[in-house]
């Protein structure tokens, strides 16, 4: 596709990139103030107690500790969803994740050293781990005061007559899909420095990726108010969905530094970050799907139990992105989804990329599969058959504007077939396919999901943007200097992207749905266009033209069909502060798309556009040792417009690289309330050399909403890649696996077992 643009369309690198892999970067790892105390904190012993009495005295006298605090030293201040935790626990522990004490010292040795000295006496209470068990009649109680175990949380839906569809289907296929425990696996663990200044402002250095609800939540939690909160981040070493909540970390290093006075700084080491990091939520799927003897789709009914854990956060609201998958996820007129959320004693599970959308498509995709297996239909003929195209309206009422469902299957397909890969001996192989439908163009999860920005070009020519959205390792400060930097003519070195202080930068939802490229985007894009107008009003006194004649390209303003006629754009720039009445040139926008929460019903508009994508596993099982090599995945991803190429392949990347993870070899293990992987030789994330061949199509369809037409595409890459590889094993050895992840042990027992059953055994 041609594109008139000089910056958007071209592969762009990383702004941070020389610096971080020079080692130039400084996390907040790295940062260290004047008069830095170190912060550690005491965990429970049992994920089911009673505290029955805590002596610090110990600890409080061991030179070189500040202060000891427990939740009898503060004034507790519930947060999170439900507001039902508190950042240092009184009189019971719910999960081993449970903040007992809090430690400042001179030293990190010294802080570790008295949490050994305080000692605790529990009174071990019964503890109920399986959600199905916690409703139970008799079952132990997670919050006494609620009198129950089941979350008020809900999330239920209905849409046409779905009983009547599945009465009258010539194929209905139903199962159970078990999703497990995993963890974000960030380098850089959970951190926090919190320190007060003279007038009692806290300022917080934090890898949020929510820095304006977070200021909110966190002055909640320390009983103030949200104006004496100042929040700065530095460079994110990961995140993936982690940073979107408040979390007792925070709270207590504010706590810490209020009692000592001194900023205080809390870093999780590796163990406390595999037992304390919040998690993708493990929870259990029965999906029915229906389809007439032609292969349309005509009901799918979803029931999804989550284990919330001992306390409410985001990995509790997960179902809203689920039933958009069941609900959106090809055409199918009929819909019933439902939820049960439980409370357990296990630790609490957070946000993670994909935000359930990687769970229910595990789903959806496997029973693609099986309908065209019971039909006699090929799979890649079922989805083009039910492919959604622009203009459906789906079942939640979500209005689909540019889609390219159709394309993205034949790429997907083309490029899987091409020049396959040897076959070793006694191994056998399968090619799986799974689709993805996502939000492309925002999320209204909040009252608004808006985003600032402020363009200000001074007498150098140098440009700033200062925007309220968070870089967290993605690109996006490399792609809005680029739409910054296209829409004023002038080069990116130019640009300029300040986002690191709340103080300074305007307001923005948060980095969350995939909605940066779009929402920032479009905020920095409508900034820069009135700068631009302001620049040639400038330029019309100082060339003699009307503004409407001129315009920016290069770097230069220049008359329109006259381009020798042009000055520096920063010549121009520098008049403004030269002349009676000057003026610099600045300017803001907000954008919040034009969208709609969803109602009591969950329905509602609630993205300006919406994306798919595709995705084709090759693969090769050995019968004999259970082993899985995926050989090759073909992803195929409506973009909109690939505004930085590049980097769009390396987010399909990354995310194919955690869905594998997903699909084959993670799992935190979680026994008995305990965490049993607390290292990186437990837990299996993919190694370099055990990545496949990876080859990626973008799709543009030039969205009419979109910052030059781009779409959404963090959260893409991961969603589909764990249905298509259990698509690709079924297709591989014939054994359907409805549990992740598909381990050598699990695929050898299948096997066993399928022999067995095979032999009349």
Known sequence: MTQPFDIIGKTVPKRDGAEKVTGRTRYLHDLVLPRLAHGKILRARYPHARIVRIDTSRARALPGVLAVLTGDDVEPQPFGFAKDQVALKRRKVRCIRDEVAAVAAETPEIAEGALALIDVEYEELAAVFDPRAALEPGAPLVHEELGTNAHHLQYQFTRGDVDRAFAEAAAVVEDTY???????????TMVAIADWDAADTLTMWSTTQVPFLYQRDLAAALGITGDRVRVLQPPIGGNFGRGLDLYPIDVIAALLARRVRRPVKIEFDRVEEFIACPTREPCAIRLRTAADRDGRLLARAAHVMIDNGAYTSWGSTTPSVMLSTVAGLYRVPNVRFDTTIVYTNNPYSGSMRGYGNPESTFAVESQMDELAERLGIDPLELRRRNATKPGDVNPQ????????????????????RKDPPPLRSGWKRGVGYAGMFHVGGGARVYRSDGCGAIVKLDDFGRVTLLTGATEIGQGSDTVLAMIVAETLGVPIERVDVVN????????DVGTHASRTTFVAGNAARLAAEKVKAQLLEMAAAELEEPAARLDVKGGFVFVK???QQRLPYAEVARAGHFRHH???LVAEAF?????AMLDKDFQGNISAAYTCAVQAALLDVDPETGTVEVRRVASAHD??????PGAAEGQVHGGIHMGLGYALTEHLVVAEGQVLTQSFMDYAVLKADAMPEIVVRLIETVDQEGPFGAKGLGESGVIPVAAAVANAIKNAIGIRFTELPITPARVRAALAAHGAAKDGR
């Open 178 to 188: 078990t999703l497990n425990f995993v963890t974000p696996a960030c380098l850089g």
């Open 639 to 644: 973009v909109g417009r690939a505004l930085n």
């Open 591 to 595: 954008y919040d798309p034009p969208t």
């Open 561 to 563: 069909g006259e381009p």
């Open 582 to 584: 000057g003026r610099v």
């Open 397 to 416: 009422g979500f209005v689909i504007t540019s889609f390219a469902m159709l394309e993205c299957l034949d790429a997907a397909a083309e490029e899987i």
């Open 500 to 507: 690191s202080d709340t103080s300074v930068r305007p307001w």
